[in-house]
């Protein structure tokens, strides 16, 4: 799936910020997987509280700490935020395995268009060959948690791997020394998340003012969904 990027940069979501910039780097993070393209916002409420679970979600199916290798899956934020210091206020503490387009890359609105995107957040998922296989899949991350995946796996006929790709082992530590204090971590993050996530708050500036309802999927801890992206 790494033609829908080609000639583009994406940046890995690292403390380095490194950049994805050759068609080698690109097919080695996004070809042969399953690919989410998460249409987001910080600011956004609704946003604000699907974030923690799509985080979750990612985490358990890509993090050492829960699998043995990682799964095939691959995540690029498409922020619809309003400026580059939400975006990246945002991506601070989200998966390092996450990849985004530079704030100004106009690639951004012809994936909105392409993907008939009217709402955040929303989550487009594709086959390796591109073709959309859910066209929002918030409401089933939500429910399911990462046994989704496994589905879209099976469904997108995936080539199983049976070897660690090199980027894998980036940031490998070994597991004895790290296991009580990654427990921790999560641990202290699932608390944060929860005791701060909220469905109050302001709306998103460039969504509609219509108030926030809650429908089946707050059981999911995901408030309806009632927002419209406005025409820019």
């Given amino acids: 799936m790494s033609s829908l990027f080609t000639g583009k940069v994406l940046i890995r979501n690292n403390s380095e910020g490194d950049e994805v910039d050759t068609q080698q780097e690109l097919s080695l993070r996004l070809d042969n997987r399953v690919l989410l393209l998460y249409f987001g916002a910080g600011e956004c409420p609704q946003c604000q509280a699907f974030a923690p679970i799509l985080k979750?979600?990612?985490?358990?199916?890509?993090?050492?700490?829960?699998?043995?290798?990682?799964?095939?899956?691959?995540?690029?934020?498409?922020?619809?935020?309003?400026?580059?210091?939400?975006?990246?206020?945002f991506l601070r503490d989200?998966?390092?395995?996450?990849l985004f387009l530079p704030f100004q890359d106009e690639l951004k609105r012809d994936l909105e268009q392409m993907f008939a995107v009217d709402h955040v957040p929303m989550v487009v998922v594709l086959k390796p060959n591109g073709e959309v296989l859910t066209r929002d899949a918030v409401e089933e991350i939500g429910r399911l948690g990462p046994a989704c995946f496994w589905n879209w796996q099976e469904a997108s006929e995936v080539i199983d791997r049976n070897f660690l790709a090199a980027e894998d082992f980036d940031d490998l530590a070994p597991r004895s020394l790290t296991d009580p204090?990654?427990?921790?971590?999560?641990?202290?993050?699932?608390?944060?998340?929860?005791?701060?996530?909220?469905?109050?708050?302001?709306?998103?500036?460039?969504?509609?003012?219509?108030?926030?309802?809650?429908?089946?999927?707050?059981?999911?801890?995901?408030?309806?969904?009632?927002?419209?992206?406005?025409?820019?």
């Fill in 56 to 89: 979750d979600f990612f985490v358990k199916l890509t993090d050492e700490f829960y699998v043995n290798r990682s799964s095939q899956i691959a995540l690029v934020y498409i922020s619809q935020d309003q400026t580059e210091e939400q975006q990246d206020t």
């Fill in 181 to 232: 204090i990654r427990r921790l971590k999560y641990k202290i993050e699932k608390e944060s998340s929860r005791s701060h996530t909220s469905q109050d708050g302001p709306p998103c500036p460039y969504l509609s003012s219509a108030p926030l309802k809650l429908s089946k999927n707050a059981k999911f801890g995901l408030p309806e969904m009632p927002y419209r992206l406005e025409a820019s």
């Fill in 94 to 98: 989200m998966p390092r395995k996450w």
